[in-house]
């Protein structure tokens, strides 16, 4: 092989790399906003919940590095203010990802797989954690909810979030098409993620 193809092999690996570095570096990032996002948008429910109904909102906590929650009290309608949470935190999402506009694909894309997230999160928690009683589940038990019914809002939420993701395309389709994250969609989304944690701490602080 002579120096010239060598050298530009090296290249070439280099650049691979650093593309592979970046979809990694922007995976974390989506999958850590989406977290924290889908967190505050849940909790926005119950602020609403509690709002519509009379309640008075005392305390909400967002720390990243805790599980959100939000503390109402006097608290007239609790079954309203426990469901308008993931319920809220299912359709707010659904609906902003809807009205991107079709040509800012990355963004439309991005909205889709965070809107996924929060149907599959939410339902995740609302069926499993009926088992246990923990955080919302139990609050839905007490006031009425049966199993039955937080069995079936967590299958019909993760059913949709995952078709949400299929129709996003494959892992394979991600990982061999460069054009669907640069450099910069890695930054700003990085960027962001950072905005988010430092605003969340501040308003916990």
Not at 136 to 147: A, I, N, V, W
Not at 166 to 191: A, E, I, N
Request: include cysteine.
């Amino acid at each position: 092989m002579s120096r010239r193809a060598a050298s530009a092999n090296r290249g070439g690996f280099r650049a691979f790399n650093m593309h592979r570095l970046h979809q990694i570096v922007f995976v974390v990032c989506l999958a850590a906003l989406s977290w924290l996002a889908m967190m505050a948008v849940h909790e926005l429910g119950h602020v609403l919940g509690a709002l519509l109904t009379g309640g008075s909102v005392e305390r909400v906590v967002l720390h990243p590095l805790t599980i959100s929650r939000t503390d109402v009290s006097p608290n007239p309608h609790p079954a309203i203010v426990v469901w308008l949470g993931p319920i809220v935190g299912c359709l707010l999402p659904l609906m902003l990802s809807t009205v991107v506009p079709r040509r800012f694909v990355v963004a439309r894309n991005i909205g889709r797989c965070f809107a996924g997230f929060c149907l599959i999160a939410n339902g995740a928690y609302i069926s499993v954690g009926s088992f246990d009683r923990v955080g919302d589940c139990g609050e839905m038990l007490r006031t009425g909810t049966p199993l039955w019914g937080m069995l079936v809002f967590g299958a019909v939420t993760i059913v949709w979030g995952m078709s949400l993701w299929h129709s996003l395309g494959s892992v394979k389709q991600f990982l061999g098409d460069s054009s669907l994250v640069t450099p910069r969609m890695t930054y700003w989304l990085c960027g962001v993620l950072c905005l988010t944690i430092v605003v969340q701490c501040v308003l916990s602080s």
